[in-house]
């Protein structure tokens, strides 16, 4: 079956980084656009940033611009999300998505808490 699991998650400080994983299996994941979402406590899940199938293009919420960089490895069936800067309310559970016009699968989603 299919199955996309985070890793990756922890504590940092204020102006650290972080990066988390998400590994995909029982899907070809070379054909799936990745993105990663985002959800803190008592807020609405908010996407971050999305990458094509090749890996060519990807863009960004403007609260991670700057700050965030998405990738993936095709060969490993693993895309990233590198976090640097990292912010207070960049704090969150972060949860990969595979996405293909024939439909979506998520992760579960790995905690990234930023505090001091």
């Known amino acids: 079956q299919v199955q996309l699991v985070e890793s990756g998650g922890g504590l940092v400080q204020p102006g650290g980084s972080l990066r988390v994983s998400c590994t995909a299996s029982?899907?070809?994941?070379?054909?799936?656009?990745m993105r990663w979402y985002r959800q803190a406590p008592g807020k609405e899940r908010e996407w971050v940033a999305s990458?094509?199938?090749?890996?060519?293009?990807?863009n960004y919420a403007a609260s991670v611009k700057g700050r965030f960089t998405i990738s993936r490895d095709n060969a490993k069936n693993t895309a990233y999300l590198h976090m640097n800067n990292l912010k207070a309310e960049d704090t969150a559970v972060y949860v990969c998505?595979?996405?293909?016009?024939?439909?979506?699968?998520w992760g579960r989603g790995t905690q990234v808490t930023v505090s001091s």
């Open positions: 998505c595979a996405n293909r016009n024939t439909g979506d699968y």
């Open positions: 029982g899907i070809t994941f070379s054909t799936y656009h």
């Open positions: 990458i094509t199938p090749t890996g060519a293009a990807s």
